[in-house]
């Protein structure tokens, strides 16, 4: 029998760390909106260029993420790096709207060549008994990219001549990102041998994962998930003001915080419950919570932030977990990169849908929109449970060898 892999290895821990780095180069553009109107761009194309970035990575994640395999992580990842240490740069320079729009294109580019890289790799360095702690540590570091940049970066920006010059001070932190990625491309030949799958599937291949209904209801679920978290993330400051709730942070330094507690606390747990039960159990605590957010006077609005934790912070590492469990390792890497997709394609349905219902109904009518599209995704979770992996498949996966989708 085959000794369990470490968790904490180098590699897990130094992936960690590349996706913090490359968060940090994305969230930095937190005040984007505001640098475009100061430079007089037309409103009606501000919400586009903020846009433009994050809709480029989703197109990327769909139609080049099947060529993005072991063997070539680290080359996407350090060109990843090169396009937005460049593109960062060049906000120093670029104020007209059309060259904005293609730095914001190359944003993408960058994002996506770093993220896609990493989770190829990620998904090979994972002991598949612990893929739901895995994620859940993950994901912890990419929150912690949302959580601190808009903090330090309110302190530096006064001291700068302007916005543009922290979008360039921050492509720095690539330096460290860089290093990580080359030790890491040092151990490859060893990655690249345990990995079921080192470079390109064919498309045939592709199209009949997308087929499977567990890869299809997991990529839907996941989109859901993020559809609720970007709409409450973008819009929860209009419904704050119609509160009266003064500090709008503190809501949301109470929702990440019992995120991050939950994902680091709950450790070997996410992978002892059942996955499928939990992931219901988590939409069905954010149904409550936007039902409770709707009902609840402004000093118990923090408490309600509380519960959006609970639901929000055990949702992630409950679904990516599954796609790793029922993912055979050939196709681990694609489904990974596919579910970053779903996260693009959640970004951009929350907030465009979520503000389409806010305009023509208001805050109540999103709620209620809210609360059905999580009551939904909980429905959608009692259908995976009819193709949970038996106790064969959960076997093989557990040695590695996946289970195939079905």
Known sequence: MTAPRRLLSFEFVGLCLVAFLAVCNVTVFYNLFGYLAALGVPAGLRGVLVGAGALTAMVLYLVASPFVGVRRAPGAMILGMAVLAGSGALYLAV????????LRVLNGVGYFLMGAGATSLLVTVIPPERSGQAFGIYSVAI????????????????????????????????APALAIVLAIRRRLPALARDAAHDGSLPWSEVRGNLASPAVALLLLLNTGYFANWSGLFFLFKGFALEKGVGNVGTFFAVLTGIM??????????FDRVDKIRLMGASFLAVAVAHLAL????????PLVGALFGVGLGAG???INGLMFDFSPPRLRPLNA????FAVQGGNFLGPSIGGAIVARWGPRGYAGASVALA????????????RRPGPEGRARAAAGGGEEPT
């Open 95 to 102: 104020h007209a709207p059309l060259g904005l729009l293609a």
């Open 260 to 269: 991050i507690a939950i994902r680091l606390l709950a450790g070997r747990l």
């Open 143 to 174: 929150l912690l990219g949302f959580g601190l940049v808009p903090t330090v970066m309110d302190a530096i920006v006064p001291r700068l001549p302007g916005p543009a010059h922290g979008y360039a001070l921050a492509t720095l932190s690539l």
């Open 375 to 386: 009551l939904a995704a909980a429905g959608v979770s009692a259908l995976l449970a009819r």
């Open 294 to 301: 709707a009902a609840a006077a402004a000093p118990l609005v």
């Open 337 to 340: 990169n596919l579910m970053l």
């Open 316 to 318: 992630y590492p409950a």
